[in-house]
Nanobody, 120 residues
Framework: VQLQASGGGLVQAGGSLRLSCAAS????????MGWYRQAPGKTRELVAF???????HYADSVKGRFTISRDNAKNTVSLQMNGLKPEDTAVYYC???????????????WGQGTLVTVSS
């Protein structure tokens, strides 16, 4: 199983970026999908997640600016980030809870991280 994240980059404050993450491999079932971020010198924090039925949850710091979505047919999760602020600068990681072929339990898999830099 692999998670491939893309879409990071450098943007000015107030700008927008869209992150995407695709899960591939021998997957039976995907549960929650989400995004975390880790800023320099800080611990990793949850940004947003979306459950299989489509309900979403956002960190207070990004509510109203970020939108998470998923495409169950393509095993992808995306994060549309608008109104970016310098404090959003971080490495963003996608996280997917899934069941692999031949397994019973659900485990969390992580993408490789993509850097988002917001300049003031």
């Amino acid at each position: 199983v692999q998670l491939q994240a893309s879409g990071g980059g450098l943007v000015q404050a107030g700008g927008s970026l869209r992150l995407s993450c695709a899960a591939s491999g021998s997957i039976v079932k995907i549960g929650n999908m989400g995004w975390y971020r880790q800023a320099p010198g800080k611990t990793r924090e949850l940004v947003a997640f979306i459950v299989s039925g489509g309900s979403t949850h956002y960190a207070d710091s990004v509510k109203g600016r970020f939108t998470i979505s998923r495409d169950n047919a393509k095993n992808t999760v995306s994060l549309q980030m608008n109104g970016l602020k310098p404090e959003d600068t971080a490495v963003y990681y996608c996280a997917v809870d899934l069941v692999r072929v031949g397994m019973i339990n659900e485990y969390r898999y992580w993408g490789q991280g993509t850097l988002v830099t917001v300049s003031s």
